[in-house]
């Protein structure tokens, strides 16, 4: 059910024009990699270290919210959660080998990651705390 839900409410950005390709030639493993490398950049972009990945890079994300902006540490700890999980178990799985995935998850899947990397995108920009839970 939830599954569902997710996938019908993806939105491609206009930034990510590949993604509908890949979805059309149902190479949804590959979809989900291409969301996992954007979050990653925009992490990378908003702490500007260009060395740290993954769970590393998460930390230093936190890390930076916690200097620059004023973030509750209630916050801090959700938003430090949904990143690691989403690194441990949407990233880093695709990251690493093939998964054979059915369109509906791998919506799912991509409209989760996508909301991630609009709030990261939104403190790059400076705004402080995204509007999304």
Do not use: W
Request: one cysteine or more.
């Amino acid at each position: 059910m939830v599954t569902q839900e997710l996938a019908e409410h993806l939105e491609i950005p206009p930034s990510m024009p590949d993604l509908k390709k890949l979805l059309d030639n149902e190479l949804y493993d590959h979809a989900v990699r291409e969301v996992g490398i954007a979050v990653e950049e925009e992490l990378r972009l908003v702490v500007g270290n260009d060395c740290e990945f993954g769970q590393r890079l998460v930390g230093e994300f936190i890390k930076h919210l916690d200097e620059e902006f004023f973030v509750y540490n209630t916050f801090l700890k959700i938003y430090r959660l949904r990143l690691r999980t989403f690194f441990k178990f949407t990233r880093n799985p695709h990251a690493h080998r093939k998964i054979t995935l059915a369109r509906p998850h791998a919506l799912a899947l991509m409209t989760h990651a996508l909301g991630l990397l609009s709030d990261i995108q939104e403190f790059r920009r400076g705004k402080g705390e995204p509007v999304r839970s």
